[in-house]
């Protein structure tokens, strides 16, 4: 029988990348320090379109063998697809000491004459020296569709985590293929759920390590690392069979230091420092789990929603993450959990590239106590800008209200965003943070009472962004225009925050008239 490493190499030749790299992923479970299997996975991630884990599994392999010149070469295509080419040149110089061919040659020529150009027009309107910066798109995911008896496991899970619960998980004809409906009627006011979370993080000192809960006189410290501090010993127990026990000791104090840090910085938000700390319970509660890494392993995790699935593949590509800050997450939290050589394999970048995705669309954060908490029922209620249940973060729960009254067997929907915003800020803020255009009935109402004056202004004003931040890169004055898009948060694609037209109408003439444009020769 071929080995995995032999069924990955036929699979790559055939061109079925998807298997190829899930035969190297399991061989690599079984030979976590073989650098070939590593550059190999790297070379089926290249094909498959995601650079960026190209390039960490070929970062991996040449921590193994710094010779092997597939991985340089490998690491140097993935770069060039990020556009990085300060670092592209790097390892195709590397490469080319190691094994010097016409191939590289010509990788290493590209690689210098696109550092020679310059950033590319989306990196210079992104604000960056594109020759040094690597970014990447997110790849598409597909959500299929659960069977029935798949949802009512997934309820019965759920409510044993309930304090009261009215509604139930079923099939929706909204944006999500799931939905969040009640089972009772309500009046506005009323309780329709109060849940605990599958997790909630918070890097408070007198806030309970585990459901950030105030700390009171029933405190108790993890008997064992002390690096842990509960609201009591219920909770107390309760973490240690879930998360704690794998994590006790030096992982736990790691992790006390971050929290800690994190603290300290002002200027760091619940939803900023969610994704490490999350990443480090959901990685012990796998471990516990003797699951194989995947979040699919975890049967609360395993259906909730990815900002990649089923996405606008025009909104994907707009869509820029740099590499150098995901990867430096993920080396932190590979430096917190103290991986060994297989801890690598099950919690490489991809796991927490995943992860980050899954928690952006679901973690609940409250900016007033910087508690952060990743819902189990409140997760799949769909979005609408005309609500008729709000949610609430209270002492280590979740609780869903009803705005209005809601009749049993109707689907129950809450504000993503600030639904008091015009419509074009609305679309705005959707499209920044969860990657989907609304079509709810309020959005079709307003679109159809005032098209032009609601929206068209602010997708002209975006398609401009980006020649003019070029233009004001080459002209004197230009400082003013930088400015005036840096305040208002210009990423590349859209705005941080949605401007008000008049208001941004105002400066945006004011700082353009600012720039003087320099005369060519007759």
Known sequence: MASLREQGNASFKAGDFGQAKQSYTVALLESPLDAVLWSNRSAAHLSLGCPHLAAADAIRSLELDSTLAKSHFRLGNAFMKMTGFKQAIRYFESCEHLRSDALVSKKLLEARESYEKGPTETQQALGQDGRFSSFYSPSPTSRAALKPSAVRELNELYVKSTTKCNVEIRTSSARGALGLFATADAEAGDVLLEESPLLATCCNPARCTACTRLLGLE????????????????????????????????????????????????????????????????????????????????????????????????????????????????????????????GHVMFDLEFYDELWHVLSANVMADSATNVSMLPRFLAFANHSCSPNATAELKEGQIRLRALGPIRSGEEVFVAYVDSNMPRSARLQALRNRYWFVCKCARCHREEDAAPIEDDDWLREAESMMGPVRILAQSQPGGQEVLAFMERYGWNGSSFRQPPDRHTFEEEFRAAFGALRFEQGEA
């Open 219 to 342: 405190a108790v410290d993890c008997d064992s690392c002390g690096a842990e501090r509960y609201c009591g010993a219920a909770c107390r127990n309760s973490a240690w069979e879930q998360y704690h026990k794998t994590q006790c000791g030096d992982v736990a104090r790691e992790f006390a230091v971050l929290r800690s840090r994190l603290q300290r910085r002002e200027d760091v938000s619940a939803a900023d420092t969610c994704h490490v700390l999350a990443a480090v319970r959901i990685a012990g509660m796998i471990s516990q789990g003797n699951c194989s890494g995947g979040l699919s392993d975890l049967p609360e995790m395993r259906y909730l929603y990815s900002l990649t699935d089923d996405a606008d593949p025009d909104i994907l590509s707009q869509i820029l993450h740099p590499f150098k800050s995901r990867y430096s997450q993920w080396t932190m939290l590979s430096a917190i959990l103290k991986l060994d050589a297989v």
